[in-house]
């Protein structure tokens, strides 16, 4: 399966905001942002072109397309059916992308990144309604309980990130048990529950040209 696996620091400068795909890392001053807050390259310091239309609709769906880490097919096939179901296009593609297995993970804190939480499921650690799931991608729904496997509730990633886990935002869509280390989706989380600091309305007129 296809996968970025260059440098990701430099996505989160060429986006010009932290996208915490380091996990921990991006809360130190050992982040790239604040050690290099401009884009990466050889221009990066001194271009001043100001965007057009659709280079910002571009890079607002790079951003997102980054944070949730997809490749480009994957990301166009949610937008498809995001587009094919009722609503709002847009709040319909964040939904989808929130109720991932991958995000639901790092969104309950067991894995510091997204790309850790992938890391955890492919290797057999996460469980949904008491089945060992090791698809990302697996849409998870309402009611479900996300549980670490017994087996590794002791390792010392999932401990580490769970240390972390609640210092932030706290999101009323969700409720997790850190003694059980499970977590529920509650319900689909509305645009307004949904953290992610992107124009999801950018992304549908880049798509609808």
Known sequence: MARYTGPVCKLCRREGMKLFLKGGRC???KCAIER?????GQHGQTSRRKGSEYGLQLREKQKTRRIYGLMEKQFHNYFVKASKKKGITGENLLQLL???LDNLVYRFGFAPSRKAARQLIRHNHIMVDNKKINIPSFNVRPGSV???AESSQNLDIIRDALKEAGK???LDWLRLDKVKL???LLEIPKRTQIPTLVQEQMIVELYSK
Do not use: K, L, W
């Open 27 to 29: 809360v130190t001053d």
């Open 36 to 40: 290099a807050a401009y884009a990466p």
């Open 98 to 100: 929130e109720c991932r």
């Open 146 to 148: 996300i549980t670490v």
């Open 168 to 170: 932030g935002q706290e």
């Open 182 to 184: 499970e977590g529920q």
